[in-house]
Nanobody, 122 residues
Framework: QVQLVESGGGLVQAGGSLRLSCVVS????????MGWFRQAPGKEREFVAA????????YYDDSVKGRFTISRDNAKNTAYLQMNSLAPDDTAVYYC???????????????WGQGTQVIVSS
């Protein structure tokens, strides 16, 4: 059973940066597509970014394009989300997820982490 553990969230001022990490165990990480999603209070979980198993193909929501970068280190079974130029609207719980194929659809992901809180102050 694939397990995911996120870390790296915290409180940051607007304009600042954070890097989230997601360590995956219990599966063949190099065969898994990885996604990052976020959920703000009172809102539905939304797509942020995703990458293919090799990391060569990436997708981003328009709201984060140019500010966030998804990457992965298959030797460390870890996916990352580098977040720059953070804004208060980026405040949310961020989740990583794993799937057999890269997709932006929440319901297609098989495994999820517990989430890490990101708070951006103005």
């Amino acid at each position: 059973q694939v397990q995911l553990v996120e870390s790296g969230g915290g409180l940051v001022q607007a304009g600042g940066s954070l890097r989230l990490s997601c360590v995956v165990s219990g599966g063949t990480f190099s065969s898994l597509a990885m996604g990052w999603f976020r959920q703000a209070p009172g809102k539905e979980r939304e797509f942020v970014a995703a990458c293919s198993p090799s990391g060569e193909t990436t997708y981003y929501d328009d709201s984060v394009k140019g500010r966030f970068t998804i990457s992965r280190d298959n030797a460390k079974n870890t996916a990352y989300l580098q977040m720059n130029s953070l804004a208060p609207d980026d405040t949310a719980v961020y989740y990583c997820a794993a799937n057999r194929s890269v997709t932006a659809m929440v319901y297609e992901y098989d495994a999820w982490g517990q989430g890490t809180q990101v708070i951006v102050s103005s």
